[in-house]
């Protein structure tokens, strides 16, 4: 059993010269205020021109003092101490409870130093009714008056207030409303403790509608915990949530290419993920449109000229869709004009990202794998808008011709963690079971997740015989064996934290009976829900 050392630490200071004058060694400020002046006078230093620079007088300390004597303890029915006069109001505050701000704290300590002759037997006074010990009267002091100019538009009176009393309440009721202001006065009163709640409150309550406010808010703040919690929500939900919504207009440029780097990211195939960047991009161009178009609309924004009276054009609104589908043939001109209010004014002989209009979306489209896009039906429409240079397209054209040609061995794709063909599962509560057949290079493979019990899960991917599964149109390899190199991970937010399970990087071969047939499954154990399961692999020269 360890010891216990019944002794507190003193402060030990040591004498100066002859006479009984004290100075403390080299350690920051504890309190003392009499100890301080002491040490002023050995050193020939103006204490009253040191209380003018609170930051000298190391307000922590003093903090921590009214700090430890307030806590827990209700304030007393007695007068204010100080009037805070702030966003054209007047604010009765007390000496612990104002102590807890820095910017209030070194206000008051100026106003302190101004307003009286000795400013430093006030503090004495003060500190040492703080002591503990006996009761003492609390001494007389004069009412100070002080002012804060707020420049921060974020800063409202109504949040300000909250602010202040949290002041004398550890736990005041804050909704996702209220929290941007409410963080940005804790920012401006250096209110650490409320800055924090807040940062939590906004970590727990990222949706679409919030993401871009409070990743801003991270950034201006510098507050990182805060920022690298939208990027991981932002990875999750970039595509299965945030791309399903008129708010992915307001995602950053910024944000949206950190999350498009990142091996985190979530995505059902890259076909999807491309869907998403075309829908932001059409959004950033055509802020009028309030509300999300279908996919046919905004693919036809890029489309060729010379195709768009082709009759596959939608509007925004299935209703629309309909109609416009029944009128195509007998009114196409009257179509197209209306068509073309959604269009800005780009040229059509070059592709979109060769245009000054695309140059600076060049960087978040070379985060996509192009060649992870393997249906013939989506490569057509790859290749129908005029989006992509043609040297991309024949870029992704010429690698799939001879991954074919070689029996399916990737030869332009090297590293697993950036390169990699990526498909996802999005493991909602309601699943017992959940799977998709994936075929590439003529080779099937099933991604499953299986719910074992309520905190039990497993997932995997299989090789099935194409005569097993129901798909459209292409090659069939008839290899006996595949040799593959792949990743599981699996995700899922529990309490406000991200927890990550993945296997190794594993590579192995694939046959159609048991074992071969089966990867390693990633089992897992949360009780988190959804799950996102991202299963990346690439096909290796064998």
Known sequence: MKMLNPRRARLERRMVGSTNRWRFPSKPFSGDLLGLSQRCKALSVDLDEALKNPDRLCVSQIQKIFSETSKNKPVQSREADVI?????????????????????????????????????????????????????????????????????????KVAFAMALKSLYLSQVEMNVNDVLAVLASAHVLQFSSLFQ?????????????TIKSFYLAGCKYKEEQLTTACEKWLEMNLVPLVGTQIHLRKIPQELLHRVLRSPRLFTFNEFHLLKTLLLWVFLQLNPKVQTVPVQETVLAFFTREGDWSSGRLSHVTDGQRVQDRKLVQAHGSMIRQRRSRLMTSFSRKYSFLDQDTGQSLVPLFLCLRLHGIIKGKNLEELRHINFFPESWL????????????????????????TQAVRFGLLFNQEYTTHSEVIAIYGFFFEIKGV??????????????????????????SLRA?????YEIRAQTLVDGQWQEFRTNQITQKFGFSKPSCKSHALKIHTVGLPIYASFSFIFPMS
């Open 84 to 156: 805070l006069e702030c966003l054209g109001s007047r604010w009765e505050l007390h000496q612990p409870q104002l102590f807890q701000s820095d910017t209030l704290s070194k206000l008051y300590l100026m106003a302190l130093a101004q307003s009286t002759k000795r400013p430093t037997k006030e503090l004495e006074s003060l500190l040492r009714a703080q002591l503990p010990g006996k009761i003492k009267e609390r001494p007389p002091t004069k009412k100070m008056i002080i002012s804060l100019k707020i420049n921060d538009p974020v800063v409202t």
């Open 197 to 209: 709640r807040c940062v939590a409150v906004m970590m727990k309550g990222l949706t679409p509608s």
């Open 394 to 417: 024949i870029r992704v054209t010429a690698n799939h011709y001879h991954a074919l040609e070689s029996g399916g061995d990737m030869a332009h794709v090297k590293d697993l963690t």
């Open 451 to 476: 719910r074992h019990d309520t905190t039990s899960y497993s997932f995997y991917m299989q090789r099935v015989r194409h005569s097993d599964v129901v798909c459209e149109h292409g090659p069939v």
């Open 481 to 485: 064996e595949r040799l593959v190199k």
